[in-house]
Each structure stands twice: as structure tokens, then as C-alpha cells.
């Protein structure tokens, strides 16, 4: 077999390419060449010995051909371009990504929106690989019956550092239970080149009936449904005690030192689900605040308490405070083996700022925040 000398980002790229192509279709009368062995391409987070994603099932189904009875439906052009897979247990799914020159920002690295969607898309692809909905909902086939379905109650994003341009990422998600009403997801950034942890998120969603958008318990149909892909041990990104994704958020008190007024949401902030996409939140908490920040830090931790939906005709106030922190400590957070902060534990190296967003007119909260910014390194 002929190997090529290349990068991540060349064998994805070609990877893709040869997938889509697919064998060359002869002409009348035409006379092919020698034949020559296609170039060698690993898939991300896989070995030539490792087997990836063979089918995708329906929500009747189970994962895969080999793990048991089911409906298994031929994969899908996208299945067979996307660099993801499941892992050998069926209990967490990875994919790569290359960073585009279009999330990039200033510094010519990621922005945390840029990563905060690519959390959202392996989510949503780890749904669709384990045959739940692609509505929107991730939902199961009992959640639709009951026209039940998933919205985000907290979410917590680190990122000790940012990937470049023409960077890969590596990301690993899973789901596991969470209380009676809830469900959690986390999250594992890698930098696929060095095998590093730059990055963990985690969140929990609560299950709302979408008719009435009230919270209803997870019934134990739906919990047999949703956790037979989820670790049969508890795994957590954040195993540490007491670590900062755990940490309450205080109500800012008005008025505020920093605020932005009047943000309006455009057409393109609304998702499928017809409400204002959750990472269109982070950039509104980040137009509040203080340029002379911005110029210096780098954002390393954002926490995000969702209070209420937020639809296309709202007026939303963007307000931030600076939280005052008695320890280094309460800053930083606790080292942990899935990853801990790169830069200087230095208490004067960092800044932690509380934010609200509410509504211009009667003030209702959206919601709270937190964000933890550590000092730029130099260059």
C-alpha cells in the first residue's frame, strides 16, 4: 500500500475526498490505466484495526449491525464524510474537527463560540449515530408521543487553550442521568496532534413538555430509552470535588458597572427549534464587557444558568459586574487528570466577572453568568 507523507488535517481532507468520489465509473471504449493502491487515510480517533461507524439505525433499532436486534439503515453521505465515530463500548462518541479561517477571531485562534457550536454539533451527531431523533430534539421514540423534549438548564465550557487556525480537534461526548428531570452531557477537547486535553465542558438539560413548556419528570420509559448509551459507570469531565462547574451564580446586583442594551436578536440567531440558538447567548454576554479586558485576557471558563426562552421579538439587556474572589483558589478551580489550566496560577493573571441577560421590557431573566478570564500570554 502507498503512503503519503501528510498532516491531520490532509488525511481529513482526503479522507473525505475519497469517500466521496467513490469508484470511477468506467466509459465505453475506455481502457483504464494501471490500477494504483489508494493512498492511506486514518480516520480520526480510529486505527486501520478499528472498526468505524458501519450503519446508523432508526429510533426502533439498536446501535449497530453487531450489537444486537434492530432496524439498521444504510449510512448516509454525510455518516460517510463525517470524521466520528462511536467508541468500541457504544458509550461515548468522537469526532474531529479542522478550524476553519471563519471561527477564528483577532488572535487568529478559535472563539468560544466557535467551540461552543462544535459542542453542539458532536452532540447532535452522537444522537443521530445512536438512532434518536434528528428533528432537533435528540428526543426518543417516547418523548415524541408525549411531545417531550430536551432544553439546556446549565452549561459549563473551559478551554485551557485555544486551538488555531487549520488546528484538529479531537472531542469526545457521552450523556449519563441527571436527577429525576434532567440528563447531563460532557465533554473532552483534544488537540488531535499532540493528544492533549485543551478543553471540558459539561451541561444538564431538563425535559419540558413542548406544548405546554412546563418541566416533567424523566419517566422510567424514557430513561430506559435515552440511558442505554450512556456509561454504566459515572463519568464525569469534571470528577474533581467542589470544581467550578459546580459553583452556585449569584444574582448581579443593578446597577451594573458594564451594560449593553437593546441587543436584538437577528434571524440568524434562531435554531430549528424556532428560539434563540444557546451559543448566541455567550456573545451577548460578552458585549458587556470591558474593551480594556477584552485587549488584555483570554476567556477560560464561561458558566451559563438558562432561566427562560428567549424568542425573535425580544429586546435583550446584556449587564456585567466584576466578582470580587477572597482566594486564587475560588478562581482557579482544582487540578484534575482530564485536563488544568496552561497558563500562571498567579491570582493578579486573572479576572472573574458576573453577567446577566434580561429582558429590556419587564427585566425577566434569561440568564446568569459567570466567566473567568485569564491574562493573554505573551508573544
Not at 5 to 26: M, W
Not at 255 to 278: C, I
Not at 286 to 303: F, G, K, Y
Request: with cysteine; net charge positive.
Amino acid at each position: 500500500m502507498m503512503k503519503l507523507s501528510c498532516n491531520a488535517v490532509d488525511q481529513i481532507h482526503g479522507g473525505a475526498q475519497c469517500r466521496f468520489l467513490g469508484p470511477q465509473k468506467r466509459r465505453p471504449g475506455y481502457a483504464p490505466r494501471r490500477k494504483v493502491a489508494p493512498a492511506s487515510v486514518v480516520p480520526c480517533g480510529s486505527s486501520l484495526t478499528k472498526k468505524g461507524i458501519v450503519a446508523v439505525v432508526s429510533d426502533r433499532g439498536a446501535v449497530g449491525a453487531e450489537n444486537g436486534p434492530g432496524r439498521v439503515e444504510p449510512m448516509s453521505l454525510a455518516d460517510r464524510l463525517r470524521q466520528g465515530s462511536l467508541a468500541e463500548d457504544g458509550k461515548s462518541y468522537k469526532e474531529c474537527f479542522i478550524v476553519r479561517s471563519y471561527e477564528v477571531g483577532m488572535n487568529k485562534t478559535a472563539t468560544v463560540e466557535t467551540i461552543a457550536n462544535l459542542l453542539q454539533e458532536v452532540g447532535c451527531n452522537h444522537a443521530q449515530v445512536v438512532g434518536f431523533s434528528t428533528d432537533g430534539f435528540a428526543t426518543t421514540t417516547t418523548m415524541r408521543k408525549l411531545h417531550l423534549i430536551w432544553v439546556t438548564a446549565r452549561m459549563h465550557i473551559e478551554i485551557y487553550k485555544y486551538p488555531a487556525w487549520s488546528d484538529v480537534v479531537e472531542i469526545e461526548t457521552w450523556c449519563q442521568g441527571e436527577g429525576r428531570i434532567g440528563t447531563r452531557r460532557d465533554w473532552i477537547i483534544k488537540d488531535y496532534a499532540t493528544g492533549k486535553v485543551i478543553g471540558r465542558a459539561t451541561s444538564k438539560w431538563v425535559m419540558m413538555n413542548q406544548d405546554t413548556r412546563r418541566l416533567q419528570k424523566v419517566t422510567d420509559d424514557v430513561r430506559e430509552e435515552h440511558l442505554v448509551f450512556a456509561p454504566r459507570e459515572l463519568r464525569l469531565a469534571f470528577p474533581e470535588p467542589s470544581n467550578s462547574s459546580l459553583k452556585k451564580i449569584a444574582k448581579l446586583e443593578d446597577p451594573a458597572e458594564y451594560s449593553r442594551l437593546g441587543l436584538v436578536p437577528r434571524r440568524a440567531d434562531l435554531d430549528m427549534n424556532q428560539h434563540v440558538n444557546n451559543v448566541t447567548y455567550i456573545g451577548w454576554v460578552l458585549e458587556s464587557m470591558p474593551q480594556e479586558v477584552i485587549d488584555s485576557h483570554e476567556l477560560q471558563t464561561i458558566t451559563l444558568d438558562y432561566r427562560r426562552e428567549c424568542q425573535q421579538d425580544d429586546l435583550v439587556d446584556s449587564l456585567t459586574n466584576v466578582e470580587h474572589v477572597e482566594n486564587a483558589e475560588a478562581i482557579l478551580g482544582s487540578k484534575g487528570t482530564n485536563g488544568s489550566p496552561a497558563a500562571s496560577e498567579n491570582r493578579n493573571d486573572y479576572r472573574q466577572f458576573l453577567h446577566l441577560l434580561r429582558i429590556s421590557g419587564d427585566g425577566s431573566e434569561i440568564n446568569r453568568g459567570r466567566t473567568v478570564w485569564r491574562k493573554k500570554p505573551a508573544r
